[in-house]
């Protein structure tokens, strides 16, 4: 009979490739003209380049990254590369600059640092884990991901925690949202006493909503396109929710905005507020901090009087600041991932023999099942309780025959024993 190509190669050679845009070679306007609308878009694109088995997106307002299992790492980055480079419409030069990409080893370790803060703007914020994982759920639902990823993102999940847990290298402002609260309290000196509307009821703006509560003894305004969604989180923090349409009344007296929403367009433009600054007229100026992805706020407001608008590129002098303080818990940090790197290296090369064991132990199986079947007819005479335990002996058989040889097979794949990988498919082969 032929032999099964599973049973030939024992172990197929995967390369794990990230291809990444970040807040760390590239501004805001870049990661907005790259960035995914459509993450049903994404994963065709992804799924159409050649030998790319599984994938995952991660897009936040601080990178676009993608993860890709594929049979040749090198080619399947270059591709990917130019997939991030033909989205920026005129941008391709700046992209080519600013887009960074890791293979195997140096791709989980980038993973393990994603999770574990240490790639964040600021450091250690706690907000990375819930965007990796809920990327991943994307994929999975997307059935764009497999063995490799799945065990890759369910460990680099569980490290990031560890790390915070041993290393407290969350403590302070730990993500974009709490430190655009930390920005807003820089320039007014203090929250207590201002009046506070954060449009948008999502994840950031959830954060921001709750680091506010903290630092301010007047309520809250929350606005939301879904205003069951901004009455929700208002009731939540004993604020009052607010219409998108009615928007401008609470603008007319209020000292902060914070913009967290996810619109395609912009919310809030010059025009709009024209009429807005002419209403405040002796009110001290409205300090807008827009942290959405894309920018939901016109970048030319920043030019009106009256008027201090931020984005996301000017919380990095506080996330330098923060860097500085926490270096001595992310060295630490960096010990845990050297460890883990390894336990989970070796864990992926143990399972990468999944696919010839199952195909062999399946075989196993089947010829069990027909010499069982071939005996028990020869011995027509056993009853129902003979015939069970005659199946149960041959099954317990040959399972204490082969598991020590798949522990052995798994063993060596971990260790690299390249001579005993090529031995075992070959002892198989006839197998069938």
Not at 8 to 31: C, E, F, M
Not at 228 to 244: D, N, P, T
Request: charged share 25%; proline share 2%; hydrophobic share 40%.
């Amino acid at each position: 009979m032929d032999v099964d190509p599973a049973l030939q190669t024992g172990v197929r050679p995967l390369d794990i490739v990230n291809v990444r845009l970040t807040h760390k070679t590239a501004n805001v306007p870049l990661l907005e003209a790259v960035s995914f609308k459509e993450k049903a878009n994404a994963y065709v694109k992804m799924r159409s380049i050649e030998g790319v088995s599984e994938s995952v997106l991660i897009q936040t307002c601080n990178r676009i990254e993608l993860y890709l299992v594929s049979e040749n790492g090198d080619k399947t980055a270059k591709s990917a590369v130019e997939l991030l480079e033909n989205r920026a419409y005129g941008s391709a030069p700046e992209v080519c600059k600013a887009v960074e990409y890791s293979i195997n080893h140096n791709a989980v370790r980038h993973l393990l640092r994603v999770t574990s803060g240490l790639e964040s703007m600021v450091i250690g914020e706690d907000q990375v884990i819930n965007q990796v994982w809920n990327s991943f759920l994307e994929a999975q639902k997307s059935q764009a991901t497999g063995p490799v990823l799945s065990l890759l993102f369910n460990r680099a999940v569980k490290v990031g925690w560890r790390v915070r847990r041993e290393t407290c290298i969350n403590k302070g402002a730990v993500s974009v949202g709490s430190a655009a609260v930390a920005l807003a309290e820089k320039l007014l000196t203090s929250l207590k006493e201002k009046k506070i509307l954060i449009m948008g009821a999502g994840e950031t703006g959830t954060l921001v909503a709750k680091a506010m509560a903290r630092r301010c003894l007047n309520p809250l305004f929350v606005a939301n396109r879904t205003y069951e969604r901004a009455l929700r989180l208002a009731q939540e923090l004993g604020g009052k929710a607010v219409m998108f349409d009615k928007l401008g009344e609470v603008l007319v007296d209020a000292d902060v905005l914070f913009c967290c929403t996810s619109a395609p367009h912009y919310l809030l433009t010059k025009e709009l507020l024209s009429h807005l600054i002419t209403a405040r007229q002796n009110k001290e100026e409205l300090v807008i901090i827009d942290i959405s992805n894309p920018r939901n706020i016109e970048a030319c407001i920043k030019d009106m009087s009256g008027i201090k608008l931020y984005s996301i590129d000017d919380l990095t002098s506080i996330a330098k600041q923060n860097k500085l303080k926490r270096q001595k818990n992310a060295e630490n940090a960096c010990r845990i991932i050297d460890h883990e790197i390894t336990v989970l290296e070796r864990a992926l090369k143990a399972d990468s023999t999944n696919g010839f064991v199952s195909k062999m132990l399946s075989n196993v199986e089947e010829i069990r099942q027909r010499e069982l079947c071939r005996a028990l007819i020869m011995l027509d005479t056993l009853d129902e309780r003979q015939k069970k335990i005659v199946d149960q002996l041959t099954s317990i058989l040959l399972k204490q025959t082969f598991l020590p040889v798949v522990e052995n097979f798994r063993r060596a794949a971990e260790n690299n024993d390249v001579e005993l990988i090529k031995s075992v498919p070959r002892l198989f082969q006839s197998i069938g």
